[in-house]
Nanobody, 124 residues
Framework: QVQLVESGGGSVQAGGSLRLSCKASGSTFSIFHMGWFRQADGKERAFVAAITGNAAARYYPDSVRGRFTISRDNAKNTLFLQMNSLKPEDTAVYYC?????????????????WGQGTQVTVTS
């Protein structure tokens, strides 16, 4: 089991940028495939980005592709999400999650461990 702690959320104006971090502990970070999800008020948790354990593959939904970049530093047990050109519809609580399976990384059910979330608010 791995413990995950997100940081880096905050409030930003539309068009701005934020970089989220997710620090992992408790297990070998590089064996886990990692993902970012978000949940806006009154909505279901939605996939934002995923990256395989060796960072060889990255996945994004159309809603963030070209604006968000997922990356990881396995030496520092840390996952990142660089968010550029933010829009008010990106406002949500953002969660990082870990998975031992490489399939279905776009689905929340594929992940075993979750962080507590960090709030991102984008104002117009």
């Amino acid at each position: 089991q791995v413990q995950l702690v997100e940081s880096g959320g905050g409030s930003v104006q539309a068009g701005g940028s934020l970089r989220l971090s997710c620090k992992a502990s408790g297990s070998t970070f590089s064996i886990f495939h990692m993902g970012w999800f978000r949940q806006a008020d009154g909505k279901e948790r939605a996939f934002v980005a995923a990256i395989t354990g060796n960072a060889a593959a990255r996945y994004y939904p159309d809603s963030v592709r070209g604006r968000f970049t997922i990356s990881r530093d396995n030496a520092k047990n840390t996952l990142f999400l660089q968010m550029n050109s933010l829009k008010p519809e990106d406002t949500a609580v953002y969660y990082c999650a870990s998975s031992r399976q490489i399939s279905r990384l776009g689905e929340a059910a594929a992940y075993e461990s979750w962080g507590q979330g960090t709030q991102v608010t984008v104002t117009s």
